[in-house]
């Protein structure tokens, strides 16, 4: 999706509707339950530990490297495909701080957006604070040296990455996949470029080889220049020629067969034309989807909607999966939720992407849009403060979050980098200060149990009653259930080996004991 830097709105896509088939579904409106399952075709959940290694599909599966299903369920992270050079936000947190605050929220895999710009020679990222010590071992670094650590921490923290070629330029979007400035050459050259950069480090599970092509590219006219199924197979096949590990995703285009869509999401012509490459099942098709804060579709306001959704999923994207044809992620969608239309339309969505709880890894994989609060049409998971999370967009995509990832143990970086150190740890301690009955305040002290500094830290509780937080000073926290995660802020995060940091908060009603209280620092 283009994005201008701190919420500028994009130039809204064209919207060129057509008739689709229509599926009719009687659909829930509110936030989708955890336990709405179909029960249709269900596979047991994926085990805990799934996810190891480089990944690989089977039919409409994507399976780790023991061969256990596996699902995306992820966020997009965006920033490297704009003249910041770098993911947006540093300018307010640490990145290992958000890194942190993503893992607790549930989420187990990122897309970085980036473009062309960030390989060239000298690009260096700008808008990164520095002071008290945040995003300390970035300064110097230019931009893939800061994409290696960002690979690294989110590898070590248990997430995988997903590298999305974006645009050609900073500049904005591309129709095609190649401009008269960034010739298709140099797309395919960086491809490779960011393949052999982090071959062997199977935290980058694969490329989404260029996002959202649209008119004029088509998909199997056979005309080289406009055919973006052929110029997949190309870059697709050369990305493999040096990392033959990777998983390759491919989106759709706007229009096929005269019925157009969202950009990048019309795979109505995978059918008939699917990408074919030279290692075996590496191919994952992307869609994306949308709402009305985006732009207006005719299936908006057919007079069924929300039951006609499922039949324009199926139409454009979703009978690959149903098919047994191949993966299928959604690699964007997201909505600013304001309106009544918007709520239906989510709400829809995550009932037909499959509840995690039933269906496990056997499933369509997703990266909402976005982390960043600064997208103009959308919105983000983070609000304008970069810290607090919006509980209610974030609540509907509880029932389709799905298991982490083993981390990698280190935070040694790709490319050379030398990554965040290993021997960061942290212990806490929980104490009511404060119990009037019907409502407590508690303190909670962080002390540095290392060998190394903490540039950031979490702490984690389960209360053992009916209590939820009121108000919390000193930390960003998430409360689900009785589960309590809170993550350092930027002023606080940094603690050195011995010494401590704290927060505290109100909480209601009275009482406040807690069970497993834990510590894990970075």
Known sequence: MFRGVRGALRTLRRALCAAVLLVPLVLGLGVPSAQAADAAGAAPAPAADAGAGY????????????????????????????????????????YKSMIDQMKSLGYNTIRLPYSDDILKSGTVPNSIDFSSGKNADLQGLNSLQVLDKIVSYAGQDGLKVILDRHRPDAGGQSALWYTSAVPESTWIANLKALAARYSGQSTVIGIDLHNEPHDPACWGCGDT???????????GNAVLSVNPDLLIFVEGVQTFNGVSGWWGGNLMGVGQYPVQLDV???????????????????????????????????????YIFKQNIAPVWVGEFGTTLQSTVDQKWLAALVTYLRPTAADGGDSFSWTFWSWNPNSGDTGGILKD???????????????????????????SGGGGGDGGGSTAACAAAYAVSSDWGSGFNADVKVTNTGTSALTSWKVTW?????????????????????????????DNGRVPVGSSASFGFGGAPGGGGVTGVSCTGA
Do not use: C
């Open 280 to 318: 075996p099942n590496r191919v994952v098709y992307s869609a994306h989807d949308y709402a009305t804060s985006v732009a207006q579709q005719s299936w908006f306001s057919d007079p069924t909607f929300p039951a006609n959704m499922p039949g324009v999923w199926d139409t454009y994207w979703g």
């Open 385 to 411: 403060d970069w810290q607090t999370v919006d509980t209610v967009k974030d609540g509907y995509l509880a029932s389709i979050k799905a298991a982490g990832f083993p981390g990698t143990g280190d935070g």
């Open 55 to 94: 990944w690989h599909t089977s039919g409409r599966q994507i399976l780790d490297a023991a061969g256990q299903q596996v699902r995306v369920a992820g966020i997009n992270w965006f920033g490297f495909e704009t003249a910041n050079y770098v993911v947006h936000g540093l300018w307010s947190r640490d």
């Open 225 to 235: 220049a406009t055919d973006w199924r052929l110029a997949a197979q190309r870059a």
């Open 462 to 490: 389960n209360f053992t009653g009916a209590q939820q937080i009121t108000n919390l000073w000193n930390a960003s926290y998430t409360q689900t259930g009785t589960t309590v995660t809170a993550v350092s802020t930027a």
